[in-house]
């Protein structure tokens, strides 16, 4: 046995770091925290000193009790879990559950996981820091205490089942006043005026007018004042100017760049960066400072000379914007700076570039550019002579631009480019000038990235809360990444040619958006209801100032329960007294009357979804419809409403089955007999008839036909969320790029079924025919335990193999829905 045990969180960062220690070490894995509050109670004491209970998991006592054996056996137990707050609690957890004693317990971090940095810690280990401890545990309880209360508050008054939380909330409220901000902008036309120019040696260039006109007769006067006017060069001035590279990466901006640059989301960045740094090859991932190690200053330096030359470099510090910078004490950057890619995953490979090229540049030279800009004069019919200007920008020195240029959230419509040879006082000709209807532009929709960047300028959340603070919103339904077709608008373009204005009648799409963050009616439901009753836990300076008091605990200047005690006795008060009094919210909104009964008609969130009915909520004989998923409850109008209730529509009889037209759940359907089919995207269903639905019956009959028989059972295939497929015996198989699925031939089909088949031969660790149950492998190292429609994860620590009936039994009773019991009414009976 070995004389050290060191402890980390992750099997993949164990096995790096055992690759730099001796024969006297053995590295193991906690799996992450292996206690937390519990999941059915509260688990703080609020009568006392807010003390929290915590649990060992059913799903982590295995690894605890595994922990402690090995532990019990070595001589000095390392506890090396990240050097952030989580990472301390999680050591901590380690030394109460396993009963660890301080003399032979040393606490070790590292910002990289590299054999000097490893080496380096275990030369100077510490002893927990109580401080950051403190830290997390204050946040783990306030959080705590918000979500515990809020929640049946909005069960209660909202809807069952919805859940509230400190930093989640505060960020819904973001996207559904950016939301509301965008419904309530009123776009305002202005004409802009463009124009290309000819230099005498044939060159062509555009230029601007630097003002626009905000009526059409304006800028209809000024082309027409340029019939027949002439053109000179009246000012022309070459300036010097340069480019400085941004600093490395933190946290938020690389999730921001790997956003605009890889189409990442938060989450899937954060996850490949955790794989790189527990590979060694990023330092640690979590951090809000752009600091620079001097090594690693130095080893930038080193490589940038090699590969660009001396005149490329320039070593920089930079300065963080974060106030309460703390979680790491160094910015995200390769450990290896000679290493310009990795031969690994694709994602990982293409992560990896992006931050090497982002460290790199920030230690490279200002780029040196010359700007020009151009004034050119008209000689014409206008009153008050207009002068165009036309902006260049060249390249003198490319310094870091070699390397690497940040991305922007928002595209300009005209970037600066390059310019023909010039001079001043020369005479232009003119080739055309338009006069382009522009609108101003609602405000944008917020992306991950920007929602991101958005809490850290108010704030709020640190660098390991924003990529679950936005999984959890969009979780929850709070929020959803939409696809907003737009609308067609049109606009006015005139051009003036040679002598004469011409008018252009234009269509463009404005309002269109994919991928935005956009808020679902149960998201813009629950925030009114918090903002309007808990205005202060929602408040954006208060959610700051909570980050900057766990800041505090974190230095040791404020004690955490007191700051706690502080809190509570303010919030659950008022918690109480809005469940008592504050009025139901259902987003209830009154469209108007029924035009054949009379009865009120209006929009709410039901049960099951936003739904529209018609009659009043003591009215024994309402009518209800679910509205479309692409209406909402605070924009559907009485017309779209009203044409709800069209449906569903009989069409009629088709080969002996029932035809109906109907919307649902996840939109508009064809019914033909017990055959669902969906209509096409933007096809309205009362628009569909008898013709029409028996062209999507037949073309549903013609997919579905077999295009083979396998073992006497047809095979079919089609398209689905995950590309396309083919179905045999109720088994789904992907049919990958290496196969042509149009033309699939015989041999195809049966080598899909036999691989298939084989995968599910492969999967297979235990089954019980007789009971219908079976354990297989599941995707990252668990294991999936499955009866009919109920399925049970298992962790990876699982000893799958040693799993019997009585176990396999039980498990699955604990996963299984409790069947309801009714009670029965019973009436009093009248004295």
Do not use: C
């Amino acid at each position: 046995m070995a004389k050290n045990l060191v402890i980390v969180e992750s099997p993949a960062k164990a096995k790096t770091i055992e690759k730099f220690l001796g024969k006297d070490f053995k590295v193991t894995s906690s799996f992450g925290h292996i206690a937390d509050l519990p999941s059915k109670e509260l688990g703080v004491d609020v009568d006392g000193d807010f003390t929290p209970k915590y649990i060992v998991s059913p799903d982590k006592k295995s690894i605890v009790k595994d922990l402690k054996k090995l532990s019990k056996a070595a001589e000095t137990v390392w506890l090396a879990s990240d050097e952030d707050r989580e990472g301390e609690a999680i050591a901590w957890h380690l030394a109460e559950e396993l009963d660890l004693k301080d003399e032979n317990t040393k606490r070790i971090v590292f910002h990289e996981i590299t054999k000097n940095a490893i080496l380096k810690a275990i030369e100077n280990p510490r002893k927990i820091d109580y401080n950051l401890v403190n830290a997390q545990q204050a946040r783990r309880v306030l959080d705590r205490l918000v979500g515990y209360e809020l929640s049946p508050v909005l069960w209660r008054k909202v809807k069952g089942g919805l859940s509230a939380g400190r930093v989640q909330s505060v960020a819904v409220r973001l996207i559904v006043e950016r939301e509301r901000a965008i419904e309530n902008f009123t776009a305002e036309a202005s004409y802009r005026i463009d124009a290309e120019f000819i230099t005498k040696d044939g060159s062509k260039f555009k230029a601007k007018l630097p003002k626009n006109f905000s009526t059409e007769k304006e800028a209809r006067t000024f082309l027409e004042n340029n019939i027949g006017a002439t053109y000179k060069i009246s000012d022309l001035t070459k300036k010097p100017a340069k480019k400085s590279p941004a600093a490395p990466f933190t946290t938020s901006t690389l999730q921001q760049e790997a956003s605009r640059k890889l189409y990442f989301s938060v989450g899937k960045t954060m996850t490949i960066a955790q794989r790189l740094y527990e590979a060694g090859l990023i330092t640690y991932m979590r951090t809000d400072s752009v600091n620079l190690s001097e090594d690693a200053k130095k080893a930038a330096k080193q490589e940038i000379e090699k590969s660009y030359g001396e005149s490329y470099s320039n070593l920089r510090n930079y300065k963080g914007k974060s106030k309460g910078a703390q979680e790491a004490h160094e910015a995200i950057r390769p450990t290896d700076m000679s290493r310009h890619s990795v031969n690994i995953d694709s994602d990982q490979a293409r992560l990896y570039d992006l931050i090497w090229k982002r460290t790199i540049a920030s230690q490279m030279s200002d780029a040196q550019l010359e700007r020009t800009n151009v004034k050119i004069a008209v000689n014409g019919n206008n009153p008050v002579s207009e002068v165009f200007s036309a902006n260049g920008e060249m390249i003198k020195f490319e310094g870091f631009l070699k390397v690497y240029l940040e991305g922007t959230d928002t595209e300009d419509e005209e970037q600066d480019g390059m310019l023909p040879q010039l001079t001043k006082g020369e005479d232009l000709n003119k080739e055309y000038i338009t006069a382009t209807q522009r609108f101003t532009r609602p405000p944008y929709r917020f992306t991950e990235a920007s929602l991101v960047k958005q809490l850290e300028e108010l704030g709020i959340g640190r660098p390991s809360t924003y990529a679950p603070t936005i999984s959890t919103i969009i979780n929850r339904n709070y929020v959803e990444k939409g696809t907003i077709e737009g609308v067609e608008r049109k606009y006015l373009q005139m051009v003036l040619e040679e002598a004469q204005v011409k008018d252009k009648n234009l269509t463009e799409t404005v309002g269109s958006d994919k991928g935005k963050l956009v808020p679902t009616d149960i998201g813009m439901i629950v925030n009114d209801f918090l903002v309007e009753h808990f205005g202060n836990i929602l408040d954006y300076n208060f959610t700051a100032k909570v980050e900057e008091d766990f800041d505090d605990i974190a230095e040791g200047k404020e004690e955490w329960t007191q700051m706690m005690r502080d809190f509570y006795k303010k919030f659950h008060p008022h918690v109480e007294d809005v469940q008592e009094n504050a009025e139901r919210e259902s987003g209830e909104r009154i469209l108007g009357e029924d035009p054949e009964t009379g009865k009120t008609v209006l929009v709410r969130l039901g049960k099951f979804g936003p739904m529209a009915q018609i009659g009043a909520p003591d009215d024994e004989e309402k009518r209800f419809a679910s509205l479309r998923p692409d209406q909402q409850l605070h924009l559907v109008t009485f017309e779209e409403v009203m044409d709800l209730f069209k449906l569903p529509k009989t069409l009629g009889i088709y080969d002996g089955e029932e035809v109906e037209v109907n919307n649902g759940r996840y939109g508009p359907y064809v019914r033909f007999g017990k055959k669902f089919i969906s209509l096409p995207k933007g096809m309205d269903p009362l628009d569909v008839d008898m013709p029409m639905a028996k062209e999507m019956i037949e073309e549903k009959k013609k997919a579905d036909a077999p295009i083979y028989v396998y073992e006497d059972l047809p095979v079919q295939k089609g398209k689905g969320r995950f590309g396309p497929f083919i179905k045999w015996n109720n088994m789904f198989i992907n049919v990958n790029k290496k196969y042509d699925f149009d033309n699939l031939s015989e041999e195809d089909i049966i080598e899909l079924i036999e691989d298939k088949k084989q995968k599910e031969i492969d999967k297979l660790i235990n089954e019980w025919p007789e009971e219908g149950i079976r354990l297989e492998k599941a995707r990252w190292g668990r294991f999936n335990l499955i009866k009919g429609k109920t399925k049970v994860e298992l962790p990876k620590t699982t000893k799958a193999d040693k799993i019997t009936l009585e176990q396999a039994k039980e498990l699955l009773e604990k996963k299984a829905p409790k069947k309801k019991t009714r009670k029965k009414k019973t009436t009093a009976k009248k004295k």
